[in-house]
Antibody
Framework: QLQLQESGPGLVKPSETLSLTCTVS??????????WAWIRQPPGKGLEWTAT???????YYNPSLKSRITISLDKSKNQFALKLNSVTAADTAVYYC????????????WGRGILVTVSS | DIQMTQSPSTLSASVGDRVTITCRAS??????LAWYQQKPGRAPKLLIY???NLENGVPSRFSGSGSGTEFTLSISSLQPDDFATYYC?????????FGQGTLVDIK
């Protein structure tokens, strides 16, 4: 059964780098046909797609974050990761990792999410 | 970016009611629309994709319709498990964007 589990620091200082990992179990991220994504939700607010990576390593970013964000795969650990540079309080959010289907960019399976607070 | 606007923001209803949520896109998105349900402290759950296709395991009381710029999510007979926040999402043009959410609460 597919499971996605986010992990990483729950507190990051302003101007530093937010780093999160999503561990996937029940499916090899090296195998087609899926994409893997990060979506965030500021407290009390709506959802924002941030980045997606294909099993072949192709990456797609939200233009609003493109200068600060990197998504990557670690096939040996069956994980994918998110790095967001130069964070501010506006980056405080619950970060979800999710699976995206091939051919259509909706998200059919989500992790439980991790709250990351940006504060000194 | 394509803006997705949901209405109403909050909907108060009773068990057994039929409820309808509207989602409008700022430009045409053809049929590239999904709906999600989110309960407090939980991840969103995919309900419907490509306007009207129910995800596996989603009860048939949920249905979706629309095309172009206007879409609806309907629940034919609201059940206690359906009280939640609902989001639409367009996946026609990158960046993929979500509506602001509609809270369905108990009247």
């Amino acid at each position: 059964q597919l499971q996605l589990q986010e992990s990483g620091p729950g507190l990051v200082k302003p101007s530093e780098t937010l780093s999160l990992t999503c561990t996937v179990s029940g499916y090899s991220i090296s195998s087609p046909p899926y994409y893997w994504a990060w979506i965030r939700q500021p407290p009390g607010k709506g959802l924002e797609w941030t980045a997606t990576i294909h099993y072949d390593g192709s990456t797609y970013y939200n233009p609003s974050l493109k200068s600060r964000i990197t998504i990557s795969l670690d096939k040996s650990k069956n994980q994918f990761a998110l790095k967001l540079n130069s964070v501010t309080a506006a980056d405080t959010a619950v970060y979800y990792c999710a699976r995206r289907v091939l051919g259509m960019a909706y998200f059919d399976f989500w992790g439980r999410g991790i709250l990351v607070t940006v504060s000194s | 970016d394509i803006q997705m606007t949901q209405s109403p923001s909050t909907l108060s209803a009773s068990v057994g009611d039929r409820v309808t949520i509207t989602c409008r896109a700022s430009q045409t998105i053809s049929s590239w629309l999904a709906w999600y349900q989110q309960k407090p402290g939980r991840a969103p759950k995919l309900l419907i994709y490509k306007v009207s296709n129910l995800e596996n395991g989603v009860p048939s009381r949920f249905s979706g319709s629309g095309s172009g710029t206007e879409f609806t999510l309907s629940i034919s007979s609201l059940q206690p498990d359906d009280f939640a926040t609902y989001y639409c999402q367009q996946y026609s043009i990158n960046p993929w964007t979500f509506g602001q959410g509609t809270l369905v609460d108990i009247k």
